[in-house]
């Protein structure tokens, strides 16, 4: 099994009222991808609460190998909800290990 672990941290520039819809609009979209790849065993994603901590949002995700993440990435449905960060993401930092 693979964890696929990534945080995303949100430009300074935006307003909280359109971090917080991009960060939910990203959420929601990302927890609906099981039903669309049947690849992903366990998706979930956190945003952060702590006004202390460097990334606004972490997304934590199993997969059965790199493959499968591999496969995930290009898919199209990825694709698009990934892209609702294109604007607003300042960097983006990811883990792929094995448990």
């Known amino acids: 099994m693979v964890k696929h672990i990534v945080l995303f941290k949100l430009k300074k520039s935006i307003s909280e009222e359109e971090k917080l819809n991009v960060m939910n609009a990203f959420k929601s979209a990302i927890e609906a991808l099981p039903a669309k790849i049947s690849v992903i065993r366990k998706i979930e994603v956190g945003l952060n609460m702590n ?10 995700s199993e997969f059965d190998s ?5 496969f995930y990435a290009k898919h ?24």
């Open 51 to 60: 006004p202390e901590e460097a990334f606004d949002i972490a997304l934590n």
């Open 66 to 70: 790199l493959e499968d993440v591999n």
């Open 76 to 99: 199209p449905d990825h694709v698009a909800a990934s892209g609702l960060l294109k604007d607003v993401k300042d960097s983006r930092a990811c883990v792929d290990y094995e448990f």
